[in-house]
């Protein structure tokens, strides 16, 4: 893949928006069936700063016909930034890697330059012994730093796999010792996951690469878990997720980290993208209000 400078952006001078909330992202799966411009028009409609970008609908537009340059172009017109890419898997597995997981993080590394990403997800499961998942993180991040923004690594911790929560993940951050390397912190995942406070408390501030924010109840609809996560979440306030308390402690501890709205709902997929975009932006502001974050 040709390499391609990233543009500046102009500012978001969309007065009929809402006004956008710094560091406020649209993730990619809040609208994972929307076409790119009806994504781009949410996130202004929301009040965003920017969105996240999914490896896997990247290349699907480039197949389409998009280049790089009207990607950016598209972006930049709407005043928004794509910082945040998801998401590698595949990447500690035992010898050989996959040409699939190869292939992706190739997508992601270049798409880090085209954008001027700062952080790309990388989630599990690792294959070997945890010193081996140690090793392969570390070489990701050695990877990965050179492209984008210095583009950091966020590890996202998920119940189902054996990189279950905030500890694990973070031992893994810290045996690897690399600067660009922390986690990805999804209210999902905590509340469904080891629900320990305590945890969240013990992450430093700056290994707090981003955050994704959705609610959900606490008893989940579909006992199969991956089914649903990506069916079931529901719009900040509407759930039963302690979402103040979430924003307090990261507060508290000095956590700046882009927060990522990941609704992924079959409910608000049936809606115009637009609506969807206003729906959530409105309703994390008020959180965030309550939090006084």
């Not at 969309?14 to 996130?43: C, G, I, K, Q, V």
């Not at 965003?48 to 290349?59: H, K, N, P, S, W």
């Not at 050989?96 to 992601?108: D, G, K």
């Not at 996560?229 to 997720?241: A, C, H, K, L, W």
Request: negative net charge; glycine residues 8%.
């Amino acid at each position: 893949m040709q390499q391609t400078a990233p543009v500046q952006p102009p500012s978001n001078d969309h007065t009929e928006a809402s006004p956008p909330r710094p560091n406020l992202l649209l993730a990619h799966f809040s609208m994972r069936y929307a076409d790119y411009p009806d994504r781009l028009a949410a996130a202004v409609a929301g009040g965003f700063q920017g969105i996240g970008f999914f490896v896997d609908e990247y290349l699907r537009l480039i197949a389409a016909g998009w280049t790089d340059e009207s990607l950016v172009a598209a972006l930049h017109d709407h005043g928004l930034v794509a910082p945040e890419l998801e998401a590698l898997t595949g990447w500690a597995t035992l010898g050989e890697r996959s040409p699939h997981s190869i292939q992706r993080e190739e997508a992601l590394l270049h798409m880090a330059d085209v954008f001027g990403a700062t952080h790309m997800q990388a989630i599990g499961p690792y294959e070997g012994t945890f010193a081996d998942c140690i090793e392969a993180y570390a070489r990701l991040c050695d990877r990965a730093v050179v492209h984008g923004q210095d583009l950091r690594v966020a590890i996202e911790f998920l119940p189902f796999t054996n990189l279950p929560n905030a500890d694990v993940a973070m031992e893994v951050v810290n045996g690897a010792g690399r600067a660009n390397g922390g986690l990805c912190v999804d209210t999902w995942h905590h509340e469904r996951g080891a629900r320990d406070w305590s945890m969240l408390e013990a992450i430093p501030a700056e290994r707090v690469i981003n955050m994704q924010f959705d609610d959900g109840p606490i008893v989940p609809v579909n006992p199969d878990y991956l089914t649903d996560t990506i069916s079931y979440r529901e719009v900040p306030g509407e759930g039963e997720f302690d979402l103040v308390r979430f924003l307090q402690l990261m507060k508290a501890n000095g956590v700046t980290a882009p927060i990522s709205v990941e609704v992924i709902s079959l409910q608000l997929q049936q809606l115009p993208p637009v609506e969807v975009g206003r729906r959530l932006g409105e309703a994390t502001r008020a959180i965030l209000d309550a939090a006084s974050w």
